[in-house]
């Protein structure tokens, strides 16, 4: 499976972008997606995630502000962000696992497939 994230880019607080990730090769439709990101000396972080069943979860942070949504027929899944804040700038990746238990959907450890990140700069 490979994933390739895109869209970022520098945008204003207050503005909106929306981040895309394209997977490849054994990627199958049941896969639960997600987006992480990691802002500079911080760890990495759930954002968001969406499950086959299109149910969608989010961290705190964000809820409200970000969407996380799917095209399986693409293969491709989206991020959209809006209200953007300067500590939403970190880099962006797209994550994916094959099943797993749903307490851990926002663990970073239990996704088996990475995009290579895409930068989102929110100045102020």
């Known amino acids: 499976v490979q994933l390739q994230a895109s869209g970022g880019g520098t945008v204003q607080a207050g503005g909106s972008r929306r981040l895309s990730c394209s997977a490849s090769?054994?990627?199958?439709?049941?896969?639960?997606v997600a987006w992480f990101r990691q802002a500079p000396g911080k760890g990495r972080e759930f954002v968001a995630a969406?499950?086959?069943?299109?149910?969608?979860y989010y961290a705190d942070s964000v809820k409200g502000r970000f969407t996380i949504s799917r095209d399986n027929a693409k293969k491709i899944f989206y991020l959209q962000m809006n209200s953007l804040k300067p500590e939403d700038t970190a880099v962006y990746y797209c994550?994916?696992?094959?099943?797993?238990?749903?307490?851990?959907?926002?663990?970073?450890?239990?996704?088996?497939?990475w995009g290579q990140g895409t930068l989102v700069t929110v100045s102020s």
């Open positions: 969406i499950r086959y069943s299109a149910h969608t």
């Open positions: 090769g054994r990627f199958f439709i049941n896969y639960t």
């Open positions: 994550a994916a696992r094959e099943g797993g238990i749903l307490s851990t959907i926002r663990q970073k450890e239990s996704y088996y497939y």
